[in-house]
């Protein structure tokens, strides 16, 4: 589903994305790690077409997002660290919004945009404008209007921000679920716990290189340690930033 081949990005003189290079069958859920300033936003808007690759490709359900981008971005959604609603709309005209934007057929969207107000639990709110909402409310709006469509690829950014308890093992509970059913799910995150719960495979990003990826089984062989993802995380960054700070200088 997802095909980055040997990608930089350059803004200037700053690399922001090294020669990356990532596969990502259908019905996969990938965890994408890294520390601020990483490269993860960067690679992230290269999947939605947002920004090009100053080199190399990168494609989304066989389509190129540089030139293929309108077929690539209609199997896409993308609900970022900070939900962004119209706030002169309530959620329902909101979810109306999407998929009208989306082309989907009229006989359709009344069905699924009632779907998704159940599914997320949004019934007591999805009437109100959305500039009244909580965060928490905000966050699970963006995320029904996301899913109203029936993307191929859903690529979430810190989704567990904001919301309770409840709603984050409903979420991942939904993320695994729609994963099983042939959703690739491609989730960005800092909290490390979720992504060695619920991932696939995980993909450790630093100062724009890929340093790691696979399975838990397969960190653990290249951290040459046993633990959580948080102890190969630390083990595996802390590495490559020592090795780049022994690295003799290039002319």
Request: charged share 25%; glycine share 8%; aromatic share 6%.
């Amino acid at each position: 589903m997802i095909r980055i081949e040997n990608v930089t990005k350059l803004y200037g003189p700053k690399v922001a994305v090294q020669d990356l290079s990532l596969h990502v069958p259908p019905g996969e859920l990938f965890a994408f790690l890294g520390p601020n300033g990483a490269g993860k936003t960067t690679t992230i808007k290269m999947l939605c077409g947002l920004l090009f690759p100053t080199s190399g490709s990168v494609a989304v359900g066989g389509f190129d997002l540089r030139t293929q981008g309108d077929h690539a971005r209609a199997l896409v959604s993308y609900v970022p660290d900070q939900p962004f609603l119209y706030e002169k709309l309530t959620g329902r005209e909101f979810l109306q919004f999407t998929a009208d934007l989306y082309a989907m057929p009229q006989a359709k969207i009344a069905e699924k945009i009632e779907e998704v107000i159940e599914l997320f639990h949004l019934e007591e709110f999805v009437d109100d404008l959305t500039e009244r909402y909580s965060h928490g409310m905000r966050q699970r709006t963006v995320f029904a209007a996301a899913l109203v469509h029936e993307p191929k690829l859903l690529i979430a950014d810190e989704p567990t921000v904001g919301l309770d308890p409840k709603s984050i093992r409903e979420l991942k509970t939904l993320l695994r679920k729609l994963a099983s059913e042939g959703m690739t799910i491609f989730l960005s995150t800092h909290t490390l716990d979720i992504a060695q719960e619920l991932a696939d495979r995980i993909g450790i990003l630093d100062r724009g290189r890929l340093l790691g990826c696979g399975t838990m089984t397969d960190l653990r062989k290249q951290a040459n340690r046993d633990g959580n993802l948080e102890d190969l995380f630390m083990k595996i960054t802390e590495e490559a930033a020592a090795e780049s700070a022994t690295a003799p200088a290039t002319a």
